[in-house]
Structure formats: C-alpha cells, structure tokens
C-alpha cells in the first residue's frame, strides 16, 4: 500500500518503552527552554506554575509567574494572604478558580499538613482544585515520582505517537504512564509537554525534527493531520449586559462583589445584567441599579466591552449614572457578597481586583472629568 503522495506505507510497531524516553530525553536535553520555574525543584514554585500553565501560553505566564513569586514568595506568604490579594495578582490570566483553589488548598497545607506539599500524586489530588494533570506534574517534577502528566499538549503527541483518533483522558494517561521512566520522570513529563508545544503542533507539525518519528504511528499512516480527531466546536453564545457605573458628587462609585463560586467568582464588578429578549441594554443597567441605589440618574453611555470567554461572549455596554448624593445601598439588597464605594479617578487592584472586561470600564470611568 501507498501513501496518496506515493510514499510506502509502513506500520512500525511501537518499539521497546525504553526507546521512547530515551529519544525524547535526549531531544530535551539540547533544546529545552529557559523557565524561571524550571531553574530549581522547589515542589512550591512548581505547583504555581502548573496551575498557571493550565488553558495559558508559556509565553503569557512568565510575566505573571515572576511578579506572583514577588508577592508570594512561598507558601505561608500566599496561605496568609486574603482573597483579594490572590485574585489581585491572578488578574488578567482568566480562569479565576484556580487561584481561588490554589489559595484554598494552600491553606490547607499550612493548617493540616505542617506547610508541608504532598509528595505523592494521590495526596495531591485531595487538595482543592488539584485533578489529575497537576498532581502528576508537581509529583514528578517536584518529588520524582513515576507519574503520568497528560496536558493539551501531551494528549496530541501521545495521540498521534499511537495513532488514536478519538482517545478518551483516562486511556491517554494509561499510555502515557508505560511511558514515564524510573529515572527523570519529571524531564519527561516537561519533555513531552515541550515536544508538543514546539514540534508536534496542531497545526504544521515539524515531523522531520521529531525525535520520535520513526516510532510515530501517525506518522508512517499519514494520519498526522487527523490526530487526534476534533470535536464539533459547539457556537458561541452572546449576551448583551447593561452594566450601571454609578457616580456620586464626590467621586465615588458602586463596585459589588460575585459570589465565590461560579464564573468570575469573588471578583469585583460594576453591577450589570444581562439584557433579557428585547429589552434595551440601557434598562438592564437600570435594573442592575435598582434596589441598590434610589435617586441615581442615567446620564450617557461611557463604553462598550466585548469579551470572549472561553463558552460565551459578553458585550458589556456601560451607563454612566449620576447620584444627587453620597449614597451607600441598601446592604439587605447586596447579595452577591458585598459592596463598596471606590475612588473612581483610580482603583485600588490589591483591594478590590477586577476582570480585564470590567478594568477597560474602569479605565473609561477614570478618563471622564469629574462631575
């Protein structure tokens, strides 16, 4: 049989599992990238880089990675930090429940287990937020444990190393676990990841630079390009929301706070809603205001936000509203975890951390003259 553009086909049998991650150490070895969170084992510095790694490009994270380990050099620092530190510090990089669970989970270290990491993946997993790819990453790379840690990028790799086209996550860390060597399996799980970052791209993969082609399944079936197979990606639904900022004679605006859990959880937000089946965005805003403040008047529209999230799109569209007075809501009427009234020329990060979306209405806030 032959290949449409004429090559042979050959079906390689995986060889012994000793090639394998020799091959790819090897690779490793002259190639891998400088991290900051690479240059020593310390199970603490590791695990916040897993966490953040997670949904995130290598590149986006170093710089939220570097200044993290300057607020929160180690464990008990960020055990003893609030909340509001934590999301201040996790602002921009999205996905604002692993910080919340990271905060969590090491306060759990410091008050039930001495301030001391778990070093085995099955102690790991039973801290808050930890699932199965960060407790294999830190046990390996941290503890050298012979640990599986199958990211997006592992998955692709091992996808089309075994020729898989619909594999499911637990078959993927089967594989990937008669892989792990003995020795080094912290390299090899960085190895893997690195591999597929770099060379085995989803798309335009440099196979000729693999070091593991000549044991790629894929490869010598000509089915790189179909691995592994790809889902329908479902439509993306769009909610206009009419967000209220509030504006009060001495400068001061209404910021609430979501609830915990949920999207965007513990964040602070200017209060908005979304806008229901005709109604116009201007009175969602309203009715975002109402019960919270009386006698606050709508004076002109300040800016419109759009922002993807990874399952829905929002298009914020802010209403700037003025108070005849100092005015403090009803706190009865705040159920969303609390409220306070912010200095709207500038916002106070550590003290009350907003989502990107909610900062460019911000900004826009602090660009008006005041009233």
Same mark, same amino acid.
């Given at each position: ?20 991650? *020799? ?189 593991? *082609? ?97 399952? *829905? ?59």
């Amino acid at each position: 049989m032959k290949r449409p553009d004429g090559a042979p086909i050959f079906h390689p049998v995986i060889p012994d599992i000793d090639d394998v991650p *020799r091959a790819l150490l090897d690779w490793f070895d002259g190639v891998r990238r400088d991290m900051p969170w690479r240059r020593d084992r310390d199970p603490y510095r590791v695990w916040v880089a897993e966490v953040m790694l997670q949904q995130t490009r290598v590149e986006a994270v170093v710089p939220y990675y570097e200044r993290w380990m300057r607020r929160f050099p180690d464990l008990d620092t960020l055990a003893g930090a609030e909340v509001d530190e934590v999301l201040a510090e996790w602002e921009g990089l999205g996905y604002y429940s692993r910080a919340r669970n990271l905060h969590a989970a090491a306060r759990v270290v410091r008050d039930a287990r001495g301030g001391e990491i778990p070093d085995t993946a099955a102690d790991l997993r039973a801290l808050p937020g930890v699932g199965d790819y960060t407790a294999g990453a830190v046990a390996s790379i941290a503890f050298d444990r012979r640990e599986p840690a199958v990211d997006g990028n592992a998955r692709r790799v091992l996808s089309r190393l075994f020729d898989l086209a619909a594999p499911t996550a637990g078959e993927l860390r089967d594989r990937a676990a008669r892989l792990v060597p003995a020795e080094r399996p912290g390299d090899f799980n960085q190895a893997l990841m690195e591999l597929g970052a770099t060379i085995c791209r989803p798309r335009s993969p440099l196979c000729a630079e693999c070091p593991l *082609r000549s044991s790629c399944l894929a490869l010598s079936r000509g089915t790189v390009a179909e691995r592994p197979g790809r889902s329908p990606k479902p439509s993306t639904p769009s909610f206009d929301v009419g967000v209220a900022v509030a504006v009060s004679p001495r400068g001061r605006t209404l910021l609430v706070r979501r609830p915990e859990d949920g999207m965007l959880g513990g964040m602070w937000e200017f209060p908005g809603r979304v806008a229901e089946a005709g109604e116009p965005v201007r009175e969602a805003a309203m009715r975002a205001l109402a019960g919270l403040l009386s006698g606050a008047r709508l004076s002109r529209p300040i800016a419109t936000v759009d922002h993807l999230y990874s399952h *829905r799109r929002h298009v914020y569209r802010a209403f700037l509203f003025e108070c005849a007075e100092e005015a403090a809501p009803d706190p009865a009427a705040v159920t969303t975890g609390g409220w306070t009234a912010a200095a709207w020329e500038s916002f106070d990060a550590a003290a009350r951390p907003l989502s990107a979306a909610q900062r460019r209405i911000a900004r826009a806030l602090a660009q008006l003259a005041p009233c």
